[in-house]
């Protein structure tokens, strides 16, 4: 938990001060879509699934995330935006490493782009054929 103000500066406060910034320039074009990229980690429900996996300021800034989220969507879904989170499933990165899955990515992005208004204020799932838990239902919060 050491680490807890390094984590909110980066997955809570950046995202608020960087959607801020650009929400002006947003409201000039047409794709009036924010996507922030969580995770299932930061769900509350699925906390004692995730009791195991040993990063509890990343989940408590990613739960943060869902809910500036959501507040963000409230007030600009009526003006138009699309806002969303998005659990990028397990994906092959630094952070996720070598074991993940190779597809995440390609899903996330198909996700991202195929998600219109009925998707405002809402934490979507990745879908992948065939990969039970990526089946596109979203997440719990
Ligand atoms: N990989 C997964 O399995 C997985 C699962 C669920 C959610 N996610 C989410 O997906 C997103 C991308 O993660 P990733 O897997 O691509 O992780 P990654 O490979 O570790 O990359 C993280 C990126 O964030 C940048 N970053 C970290 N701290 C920063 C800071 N304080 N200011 C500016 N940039 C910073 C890093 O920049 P540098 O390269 O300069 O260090 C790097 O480009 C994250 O939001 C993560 O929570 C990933």
């Known amino acids: 938990m050491n680490d807890l103000d390094e984590h909110?500066?980066?997955n809570v406060l950046s995202v608020?001060?960087?959607t801020r910034a650009f929400?002006?320039?947003l409201e000039k074009g047409s794709l009036k879509k924010v996507v922030n990229?969580?995770?299932t980690l930061g769900s509350i429900a699925m906390a004692g699934f995730?009791?195991?996996?040993?990063?509890?300021?990343y989940k408590i800034s990613k739960s943060m995330l869902n809910m500036?989220?959501?507040?963000?969507?409230?007030?600009?879904?009526?003006?138009?935006?699309t806002i969303f989170a998005i659990s990028p499933g397990w994906l092959r990165t630094d952070l996720g490493g070598e074991?993940?899955?190779?597809?995440?990515?390609?899903?996330?992005?198909?996700?991202?782009m195929g998600a219109?208004?009925?998707?405002?204020?809402?934490?979507?799932?990745?879908?992948?054929?065939?990969?039970?838990?990526?089946?596109?239902s979203n997440p719990p919060w």
């Open 37 to 39: 990229v969580s995770t």
């Open 8 to 10: 909110f500066n980066t």
């Open 68 to 81: 500036l989220t959501v507040q963000y969507s409230l007030e600009y879904g009526p003006k138009g935006f």
């Open 50 to 57: 995730f009791a195991q996996t040993p990063c509890p300021a």
């Open 23 to 25: 929400l002006p320039l």
């Open 16 to 18: 608020h001060n960087t």
């Open 116 to 136: 219109g208004k009925d998707q405002n204020g809402q934490f979507l799932n990745i879908f992948i054929e065939g990969i039970g838990h990526y089946d596109g």
């Open 99 to 112: 074991a993940a899955v190779e597809q995440g990515a390609k899903a996330t992005a198909e996700k991202i």
